[in-house]
């Protein structure tokens, strides 16, 4: 289901961009090679906005769908609440596995104050 929505609003976008694309602007834009015809300038706008509007309401309603299928998926937990959870946590528990430690340098003895936090220097 929500593969199927989640198509049905790229294909809605990418309608709301021919639409508009399509509309007359105050300069012109793609739309002044037409004219003429059974509908007047005018009726085109009204056509061409209406068919925006639809378009454009129908892209919010699906776009507030895929966020509430989004938020019923995310089970109520953060994402780094599942990062010590997930299976790199338990793949650097095995002995096999190399241990990797990120923690910064000991400070150097003419620093004095072991609890002191390291600085960067300009030497």
Do not use: C, Y
Not at 28 to 33: P, W
Not at 78 to 87: H, K, V
Not at 94 to 100: G, S, T, V, Y
Request: charged share 15%; proline share 6%; glycine share 14%.
């Amino acid at each position: 289901m929500e593969n199927v929505i989640l198509i049905i609003h790229l294909l809605l976008a990418l309608g709301l961009i021919g639409v508009v694309l399509l509309q007359r602007s105050e300069g012109g834009g793609l739309g002044m090679g037409g004219g003429g015809g059974a509908m007047s300038a005018r009726s085109q706008a009204t056509a061409l906005g209406k068919v925006t509007w639809i378009l454009a309401i129908a892209f919010i309603v699906t776009s507030i769908t895929l966020t509430i299928f989004a938020a019923r998926n995310a089970s109520g937990s953060s994402i780094l609440d599942r990062l010590g959870s997930g299976p790199a946590a338990e793949q650097s528990e095995d002995a096999d596995a190399p241990a990797l430690d990120f923690e910064l340098p000991p400070p150097s003895a003419e620093e004095g104050n072991a609890d002191a936090p390291l600085t960067p220097r300009a030497d």
